[in-house]
């Protein structure tokens, strides 16, 4: 609001305590206080005011913009035509038309032309369809051992043994104590 730094701050506190006291220096900020609420809350109300005022002005120009839009619209659909409309379906009784004429010679013409073939009609018997069966596919085989290792004639293997595998030794259990406990 104000643009006051600390230093004008202090500068104006100082006045303030020799001017008027350090014994009433409280009750003046007070009263200061005081006076600033009410401005305050002066100033907002008379926004508040000001901000109703605004819309009720808008309302009515908006109220006004409707009305004649509707007007306008009921104008528009509420018109007296020129002439009456002429109802161009209907013979003039007193002379026959040509249109009359026309109309009775193609109605004869279609009458002698032969009722076209219609082709018979088509029965629907809904046969099953035999759906293909699915084609196995034939099973994985495991690989072994013997099938790893490459085709070596009988003769050889004979006299060539692979090596064997280690054999893995297994960990002893440690032995349970009496009572449950281990050593």
Known sequence: ????????MLLIGGVALVV?????LPGALRAAGQAIGKIRRM????????????????LTD???QVEDIGNSVQASTNFDPI???????????SKPAADDK????????????????????????????ASPEPEEKPKRRRKTAATEEPAVPATAVAAEEPPAKPVR?????????????TA
């Open 43 to 58: 100033a907002s109300e008379f926004q508040g005011q000001f901000n109703d005022a605004m819309r009720e002005a808008e």
């Open 62 to 64: 908006l109220k006004k």
């Open 20 to 24: 008027i006291g350090p014994k009433d």
């Open 102 to 129: 026309a109309m009775k010679d193609a109605e004869a013409t279609l009458a002698k032309l032969p009722a076209p073939d219609l082709p018979a009609p088509v029965s629907i018997d809904p046969a099953p369809v």
């Open 1 to 8: 609001m104000f643009d006051i730094a600390w230093s004008e």
């Open 169 to 181: 030794k297994r960990k002893a259990k440690a032995a349970s104590v009496e009572g449950g406990e």
């Open 83 to 93: 002439e009456p409309m002429k109802d161009f379906g209907a013979a003039d009784a």
